[in-house]
């Protein structure tokens, strides 16, 4: 059985999703947000005196002592901004981690990194965006983080299509939930295999 | 094999945590709790370096549970600190032990899949 190459492009790019430079470009966005929470959460754990903010001053600051920062904080037990630092870091490791054809051969590791940036990045974002009519103060630096919440959806959906696209085809062919669930978890089947070669066969590569 | 040197590395803080945050002498419960986990962090993560037990370090989930679990049963500790310390390592660890040892290659039963 001729292997599927990992540099294999899936439908329905012109691209593969899961390639390196794909994947890097996410951690150094990531990154950047990574590190802008950090600096906030030094702030929050008074670590440091004060928050740079260019654009609204003091009022970063009134935003991440605010009640619903403290309340958030009292739920997870540790400030918001550092709980967001670690979404961030989870968006890198689940970046660094499977081979460039983990679209294929580990959907579930491309589903729970899709999962750490499209849902927690969207609804982080939402709520950056509403501290400001809640709280009645703006926070520069946690609207730069929103928007790069945003940025990495963007960067990310791509890999999340595919796999996804790939699951739902080994459920068209084979009708077996077991089929499904061992594609899933990256146990290799015979559909598995045909499939993956079909949605990589139109581009770059003859099975 | 990245993630299990990572979670080599997040059991030599949780060892150092008790000096870190200074722990009261008689916080015996936090001293022991720090250097079993940090142990068991260490000993699923080395043994899944050997490839029959590659998967070992799914283990470290129940470790990392555990370190969130005490965060909110003792919320009232005056370690505030320690369980803090405890949350964040615990949510990380949650991350790194799922990512396989050989996350860099595809998974072993396709290699085998394509190479029987």
Redesign the interface.
């Known amino acids: 059985m001729k292997q599927i190459p990992l540099n294999a492009i899936p439908e329905p790019w012109e691209y593969n999703p899961s390639k390196w430079s794909q994947r890097v470009r996410i951690i150094l966005v990531a990154s950047v947000a990574f590190f802008i929470a950090v600096y906030m959460g030094l702030y929050q754990w008074r670590l440091i005196d004060s928050v740079w903010d260019p654009v609204f001053g003091k009022q970063s600051m009134q935003v991440l002592d605010s009640d619903v920062s403290h309340k958030i904080t009292s739920w997870v037990r540790i400030p918001d901004s550092i709980l967001g630092a670690l979404a961030y870091l989870g968006d890198i490791i689940f970046a660094l981690a499977g081979s460039t054809r983990r679209w294929h051969n580990r959907p579930w590791l491309v589903v729970v990194f899709g999962l750490d940036v499209i849902p927690l990045g969207l609804v982080s974002a939402i709520l950056v965006f509403m501290q400001g009519f809640v709280v009645d103060a703006w926070c520069f630096l946690c609207l730069v983080s929103a928007v790069i919440s945003l940025v990495l959806v963007v960067l990310a959906y791509d890999e999340v299509w595919s796999s996804l696209l790939f699951v739902y085809r080994v459920w068209k062919r084979s009708k077996k939930f077991s089929v499904v669930w061992d594609t899933f978890w990256g146990r290799p089947s015979k559909i598995a295999h045909e499939v993956g070669s079909q949605m990589a066969r139109r581009r770059d590569w003859r099975g | 094999m990245?993630?299990r040197v990572v979670e080599f590395m997040l059991a030599c803080w949780l060892a150092v945590s008790p000096f870190i945050f200074q722990y009261p002498d008689d916080a015996i419960f936090f001293w022991c709790s720090d250097l079993i986990t940090s142990s068991l962090i260490a000993f699923f993560a080395l043994i899944s370096i050997y490839l029959p037990l590659r998967k070992m370090h799914l283990c470290n989930l129940i470790v990392s549970f555990y370190l969130i679990a005490v965060?909110?049963f003792l919320?009232e500790s005056p370690l505030q600190g320690a369980?803090?310390n405890y949350?964040?390592l615990g949510?990380?660890l949650l991350?790194?032990a799922?990512?396989?040892t050989d996350?860099?290659?595809?998974?072993k039963?396709?290699r085998?899949?394509?190479h029987r």
């Open positions: 990245w993630a965060a909110y919320k369980l803090q949350v964040v949510l990380l991350m790194i799922i990512v396989p996350a860099d290659k595809p998974p039963p396709w085998d899949f394509y």
